[in-house]
């Protein structure tokens, strides 16, 4: 005669105790991506996607600010290629190149992102830290955007691809934890509201383009994602895709930032703040006095390395500040700008197959721990129809996870 009146006690006390006090009930963000668990040491791994991003992202180091020598066809052309020469220099390399017309490697970077797409369903996303799922969501949007550009390369310029009504950001591309998901979706709604709208976030979303910001050359990671958001921020405002003096009153800034007004509600006053707190020398100076901000700097070009150019009678090759002069290659295990820079497209495809095997995510401890819990909940629903967060013990932190897991194995996350 009490089994109703336990069930719906024990529901409020799983309601209370699940859903963080940040989060009201008609929070904008879905179901399973509201909660987390501060105290988790369970991480995400992601060797796979770093053995891609180590081969074919090709670092080009902080801007000099420098703008780059006009490119002029050799004699006996009259093709010319328009660059920003205030621009075409800067930013990180994506060799999208190797997966042009290569159907395994193309297949293999579709495998990372259906992989991490089902993370959540091995191990739902509220047993993992906060940061830990900042790195998840932005690896699953980058590698995600990745592969819809590569879909449509060599194509040179992305602006109808990012923008407008059928921008391929807008399109329910994905499927997490049963929710379908836009690329917007993961920066709009999920990021913006679960990291109370800070606009580091948007400097961990590669956007394919040479006016945003940069795909780094190892993937995110709980113990990295704020060192390496704070780095591409600096690296970004402190570049001339991210920010130009133009006179002593207009400051001129991309307009990424224009695009993403939510994150700065009083727009010129929010984002001066915000501008501050990164720019370095004189520029900084030239933004304190100016008394507006125009979000008007753009460069779409693909941030490949050379495949959407023209070949141009040699032009660009003979261009003295063009990229690739301006990429020093060096060793493959080397982590400086200008690292992993094949001489050949075959070696660099053929080693990213090999770093790309199929495997879990999750570590095996958190698997076994939620399988033990599946166990424990099904034999109390049997028994009583409901189950509480305390019958089932909360999510093992210290001891229980890390005698769980075997030394050495490099699934467990060390703070």
Not at 313 to 340: E, M
Not at 374 to 382: E, S
């Amino acid at each position: 005669m009490f089994k109703p009146i336990y069930a719906a006690v024990c529901s409020m006390i799983t309601a209370a105790m699940m859903i963080p006090a940040a989060f009201a009930a008609d929070s904008p963000v879905p179901e399973p991506f509201q909660r987390f668990n501060p105290d988790s040491r369970y991480s995400i791994s992601y060797a796979d996607l770093n053995g891609v991003l180590k081969k074919v992202v090709v670092d080009t180091g902080r801007s000099t600010r420098e703008k780059s020598a006009p490119i002029r066809a050799k004699t006996g052309s009259r093709l010319k290629v328009n660059v920003k020469r205030s621009t075409t220099n800067e930013g990180n390399r994506f060799y999208y190149e190797v997966f042009s017309g290569d159907a395994d490697t193309t297949q293999m970077l579709l495998n990372i992102q259906k992989n991490l797409e089902g993370v959540p369903a091995e191990a739902p996303l509220e047993y993992f830290s906060r940061d830990e799922q900042l790195a998840y969501w932005l690896n699953l949007y980058n590698v995600t955007l990745i592969n819809e550009i590569i879909s449509i390369y060599p194509k040179r310029k992305l602006k109808k691809l990012l923008t407008g009504r059928k921008s391929i950001l807008k399109k329910k591309l994905l499927n997490v934890a049963g929710v379908p998901l836009s690329l917007d979706d993961i920066q709009y709604t999920i990021l913006r509201h679960n990291y109370g709208n800070d606009p580091l976030v948007l400097y961990g979303l590669y956007q394919g383009i040479i006016g945003g910001p940069n795909i780094r050359k190892s993937a995110y990671t709980a113990a990295n994602v704020r060192r390496h958001l704070a780095e591409n921020a600096a690296e970004f405002v402190n570049s001339n895709r991210g920010t130009y003096a133009k006179d002593e009153k207009v400051f001129r800034v991309s307009s990424l930032y224009d695009r993403n007004r939510s994150f700065f509600p009083n727009f010129q006053a929010d984002l001066k703040t915000h501008l501050l707190s990164l720019l370095e020398g004189r520029v900084r100076g030239q933004l304190q006095a100016a008394t507006t901000i125009k979000p008007d700097i753009n460069d779409w070009t693909i941030t490949d390395l050379y495949g959407s150019y023209p070949e141009l009678g040699g032009s660009l090759a003979d261009n003295s500040a063009a990229l690739l002069d301006s990429v020093k290659a060096t060793t493959q295990g080397s982590d400086g700008p200008g690292s992993s820079v094949s001489s050949g497209f075959s070696a660099v495809s053929s080693g990213l197959i090999s770093k790309s095997s199929s495997r879990s995510y999750v570590s095996p401890e958190l698997l076994v721990y939620l399988k033990e819990i599946k166990a424990k909940q099904d034999a109390i629903n049997m028994e009583k129809g409901t189950v509480t967060v305390e019958e089932l013990g909360e999510v093992p932190v210290d001891q229980q996870a890390e005698t769980a897991a075997e030394p050495g194995s490099g699934e467990e996350r060390k703070d």
